[in-house]
């Protein structure tokens, strides 16, 4: 007779958190965010890749609206298993995280890069509706990827599967 397995549940995919606190700084503004990020990176050696379309035409909104002087708990969940973007959500919205999209994954490398582990890539996710339609009208998400403290931003495809070389972003309130 057939073991009947169970699926595993969404809480065995994702590890324990990496987690953090900080304050957004006064100088922040997010409607600016993006673009100022974008100028702020150019020619630094720190950053190896910035997709140009990510800017704040692009995604100019996150379902999140970050503001100076809050503090928020970041945790950098990672991927234990394949999981499709719908777990994520799901486990994102069990955890009641914020949704930042492309200004919290900014915000993140300008505040605490250091908490990204080499060789990860941390995958910022928000509804669909918020982020940004390619020319294929394919939905694309923000990553980055620290290669050795040499870090990437790159789109990816919203409804990829994502790998255990994965950590989600997670701004909470603190």
């Known amino acids: ?3 009947n397995k169970e699926a595993p549940s969404l809480s065995s995919r994702f590890g324990a958190p990496k987690e953090f606190r900080f304050t957004v700084p006064p100088f922040y503004k997010h409607e600016e965010q993006i673009d100022n990020f974008h100028r702020m990176i150019a020619g630094k050696e720190t950053v190896f890749c910035f997709d140009d379309r990510m800017s704040g035409e692009h995604f100019p909104e996150a379902s999140h609206r970050i503001v100076a002087g809050r503090r928020y708990v970041v945790c950098l969940y990672p991927v234990l298993r394949m999981v499709s973007t719908a ?11 914020l949704l930042v999209g492309l200004h919290g994954l900014t915000l993140l490398y300008q505040m605490e ?24 009208n394919k939905t694309r998400v923000p990553v980055m990827n620290n290669d050795n403290q040499i870090f990437l931003f790159d789109l990816s495809f ?15 309130e603190a």
């Open 113 to 136: 890069s250091r908490h990204v582990a080499r060789g990860r890539h941390v995958v910022s996710f928000d509804v669909a509706e918020k982020l940004w339609k390619d020319e294929h």
């Open 158 to 172: 919203f409804h990829a599967t994502w790998t255990p070389s994965f950590d989600l972003l997670c701004f909470k």
């Open 1 to 3: 007779m057939a073991e």
């Open 87 to 97: 777990q994520c959500l799901d486990f994102l919205e069990d955890e009641q995280a």
